[in-house]
């Protein structure tokens, strides 16, 4: 359960880095190699409806974030074709999510985000 918070949080500070600087363009790596630019991110919510009625024990909900796609770097399985959208929660995480050139998310690094707001080096406290 600690992951599923981190990851969680990370999304939040995705989506509170979003709405500070929301003229932003993002650049999002995958591990499988793909890569896409962004000119667009908005908030959402993801849940376990498939598996779960609303109420009934077990059910959930969770931060997403959603990437409209500008441009294709190198397509790749984390891209369904049929939607102009990424979506990333704690289900489907990328390698790397950067911001006009500033590194805001890294699997290897960790989160660059306090408050929306980009810091030098990664949170320790998550």
Do not use: Q
């Not at 024990?57 to 891209?79: C, F, K, Q, T, V």
Request: charged content about 30%.
């Amino acid at each position: 359960m600690e992951t599923t918070r981190i990851l969680d949080e990370i999304i939040d500070e995705l989506g509170a880095y979003a709405c500070l600087a929301s003229h932003a363009t993002y650049r999002i790596a995958f591990a499988e190699g793909d890569r896409y630019e962004s000119d667009e991110a908005t908030e959402g919510e993801d849940d376990n409806g498939e598996e779960f009625d609303i109420g009934e024990a077990g059910y959930e909900d969770w931060p997403e974030m959603y990437y409209r796609i500008s441009s294709i770097l190198n397509d790749g399985p984390n891209h369904n074709p049929n939607y102009r959208y990424l979506s990333l929660s704690r289900r489907h995480m990328p390698s790397d999510v950067t911001s006009d050139g500033r590194l805001l998310y890294s699997a290897e690094k960790g989160l660059f985000l306090d408050h929306g707001r980009i810091l030098d080096t990664p949170r320790t406290d998550l």
